[in-house]
C-alpha cells in the first residue's frame, strides 16, 4: 500500500536526550515536510524539503534538525535545545507541482520527562 | 513556564443539519487553498481544495467557498453525520523560494449531536 509512515507511534524520552523521529514515504513524491501540533492548536511547520539533499526553515525551526539523503526519507532530530519538545509531530509529503495537496503520516507523539 | 494550550473554536450541530465552518487567511498571495478533517490522535485528512481562481467548489456533500477580497474560506458540510465530528483546518498554500509552503489555521472542533 502507499503512504506515509511516521514511527514510532508513542515516544518517551528524558529531557536533555535528542531524539529522532521516522517518516518514510512510498508515494515518490519529492516534497517533504514536518508539523508539530500542541493540545487544542494548528499545526506549525518546522521543515520542509523539495528534493533530495536540500531543506528549508519553516516557522518554528529552532531546536530540531532534518536530513534529506532519500527521496523517501526525512528524519526529524528533536535536540535538547528543543525547549518543550512534548507534541503531537507530523509528517507529511507531495508532488512538488503547485497547487497540490499534502498528505499526512499517522503522527508521532513525544513526551519528554 | 509551561505554555496553557488554547482552546479551539467549536461549533456543534444536530445531526442531519448543514454545518459552516469559516476561516480567514493572511496572505493576499497565496493561491491554493486546501480544507482538511483530522480525528483524535490522527493525522489530518484531506476534504476538498480550491484554487484562487475559483470561487466555489463542490465536493460530496461539502462545498468551499473562496471570497478573496475579504481573504476568507469557508467549509459547508451538508446533512452532517456523527462520524464529521472532527477538528477542522483551513490551510494556504504559497509557492516561496523554497518550494511549496503549506501554513494551517488554527482549527475548529465539529461536534454533531445526535
Known amino acids: 500500500d502507499g503512504g506515509i509512515t511516521q514511527s514510532p507511534k508513542y515516544l518517551f524520552r528524558k529531557e536533555g536526550q535528542n531524539v529522532t523521529l521516522s517518516c518514510e514515504q512510498n508515494?515518490?513524491?519529492?516534497?517533504m515536510y514536518w508539523y508539530r501540533q500542541d493540545p487544542g492548536q494548528g499545526l506549525r511547520l518546522i521543515y520542509y524539503?523539495?528534493?533530495?539533499?536540500?531543506?528549508q526553515k519553516g516557522d518554528i525551526a529552532e531546536g530540531y534538525s532534518v536530513s534529506r539523503e532519500k527521496k523517501e526519507s526525512f528524519p526529524l532530530t528533536v535536540t535538547s535545545a528543543q525547549k518543550n519538545p512534548t507534541a503531537f509531530y507530523l509528517c507529511?509529503?507531495?508532488?512538488?507541482?503547485?497547487?497540490?495537496?499534502?498528505?499526512f503520516g499517522q503522527g508521532t507523539r513525544l513526551t519528554v520527562v | 513556564g509551561e505554555s496553557v494550550g488554547l482552546h479551539l473554536p467549536t461549533l456543534s450541530v444536530q445531526e442531519g443539519d448543514n454545518s459552516i465552518i469559516n476561516c480567514a487567511y493572511s496572505?493576499?498571495?497565496?493561491?491554493?487553498f486546501i480544507w482538511y478533517k483530522q480525528e483524535s490522535g490522527k493525522g489530518p485528512q484531506f476534504i476538498i481544495d480550491?484554487?484562487?481562481?475559483?470561487d466555489k467548489r463542490q465536493g460530496q456533500r461539502v462545498t468551499v467557498l473562496l471570497n478573496k477580497t475579504v481573504k476568507h474560506l469557508s467549509l459547508q458540510i451538508a446533512a452532517t453525520q456523527p462520524g464529521d465530528s472532527a477538528v477542522y483546518f483551513c490551510?494556504?498554500?504559497?509557492?516561496?523560494?523554497?518550494?511549496?509552503?503549506?501554513?494551517f489555521g488554527t482549527g475548529t472542533q465539529l461536534k454533531v449531536e445526535l
Open positions: 507529511a509529503s507531495s508532488i512538488v507541482q503547485a497547487n497540490t495537496e499534502a498528505f
Open positions: 508515494l515518490n513524491h519529492d516534497a
Open positions: 524539503s523539495q528534493i533530495v539533499n536540500d531543506f
Open positions: 496572505n493576499s498571495a497565496s493561491d491554493y
Open positions: 480550491i484554487r484562487s481562481n475559483m
Open positions: 490551510a494556504e498554500n504559497r509557492v516561496t523560494g523554497g518550494g511549496n509552503k503549506l501554513t
